[in-house]
């Protein structure tokens, strides 16, 4: 499965932004799928996930409410919805897709891999 994620940018805090991944092979509809992001200087860290249903979804504190993820298994893909944007939010943003998980939370979750796309928040 190849994973392209596009939709990043320069945004002025408070702003949104909406990220797509697209995936490569159907299969992906069968699977977890989420984002993560790694922010200058630190190590990459789980932002959101959803199973392969749409029916669970997680989130860690620091951007629930703010931030939503979807997905589209007829178009094989999933989104993040970004809002209220913080410059604490700046990173590299990766979708995942999991293997033999319900949902994708943790780095050993991920079977597959995106290119990242670059998210930067102004103050």
């Known amino acids: 499965v190849q994973l392209q994620a596009s939709g990043g940018g320069l945004v002025q805090a408070g702003g949104s932004l909406r990220l797509s991944c697209a995936a490569s092979m159907s299969t992906f509809a069968n699977s977890a799928a989420g984002w993560f992001r790694q922010a200058p200087g630190k190590e990459r860290s789980f932002v959101a996930s959803?199973?392969?249903?749409?029916?669970?979804?997680r989130y860690p504190e620091a951007v629930k409410g703010r931030f939503s993820i979807t997905r589209d298994n007829a178009k094989n893909a999933v989104y993040l919805q970004m809002n209220s944007l913080k410059p604490e939010d700046t990173g590299v943003y990766y979708c995942a897709a999991g293997v033999g998980s319900s949902l994708v939370q943790t780095e050993t979750q991920v079977g597959y891999w995106g290119q990242g796309t670059q998210v930067t928040v102004s103050s």
């Open positions: 959803i199973s392969w249903d749409g029916g669970s979804r």
